[in-house]
């Protein structure tokens, strides 16, 4: 009887390190040094008969996880609803009063940004009640915050279709994108590059990066493209129809994925 009782705690106590749950204290109390030896001979056994328990129980494990992850992603998503369409420190593309918004956070030098760019256009062009945000998220390298500085300080000069056009040449730029090089599409854009050198050192200019930066932080993002719609965050290029889904499913229910 106290072989079966110490082979049942045993068995708790697998399930309860796998998957880091402390055993109730009370029962570890109630046991004599005798017994607590008897319980981690019993642990040994148990698990060198089955090692498959432990894989399942980081199965589990992983699951439960994810998806505390996915609900403190949503709770970010819901906090920080204002500073994701910021124009402080956005680019509003699309329909500004659309009744479903896509944010991407992206970065100049990234290859699948810029895959996803054309998505991102036609996704813009074809639905007319759709708002496109667009947040420089600068996270590969010095060259890439070069050009995020100088595309923000564009910003200030060049409005809706004029710095859409000027983003949409920067992200079809075949290799590295540095600040030389966005300057030089900036002056093709019919950007005051003078201005643009004054203002890409300037405070305001590095405060919507380290602001975007920190945002992305909170949001838990380790990579771009990056995009929000409704409640949740999609990561990679995952392709048009993907993010059309999503953004139908909103229109339909209120959320990303809708359920039944």
Known sequence: MIFSSLRRLALAGIAACALGVAVAPAQAQSLSAEQRSAVVELIKE??????????????ELE????????????????????????????????????????????????????????????????D????????????????????SRVAIAVKNQLQGQKYWDFHLKLMATKGRVNGAKAMEIAKEAGADIERVKKEIDAPATRAVIE????????????GTPAFIVGDEVVFGAVGQAALKQKIEAVRKCGKATCSG
């Open 46 to 59: 148990t698990l060198l008969k089955n090692p498959e328990l432990i894989q399942e129980a980081l199965v």
């Open 63 to 126: 699951k439960r996880n994810q998806v505390a992850q996915v609900e403190a992603q949503r709770n970010a998503l819901s906090a920080e609803k204002a500073s994701l369409t910021d124009p402080a420190t956005s680019v509003i593309a699309g329909n500004p009063q659309g009744d479903v918004t896509l944010v991407e956070f992206m970065d100049y030098n990234c290859g699948f940004c810029k895959r996803a760019m054309e998505d991102v256009r036609a996704l813009a062009k074809d």
């Open 128 to 147: 007319p009640k759709l708002k496109v945000v667009i947040k420089d998220f600068p996270i590969l390298g010095p060259d890439s915050v070069e050009a």
């Open 211 to 222: 602001q975007t930066v920190a945002l992305g932080d909170r949001l838990g993002l380790t």
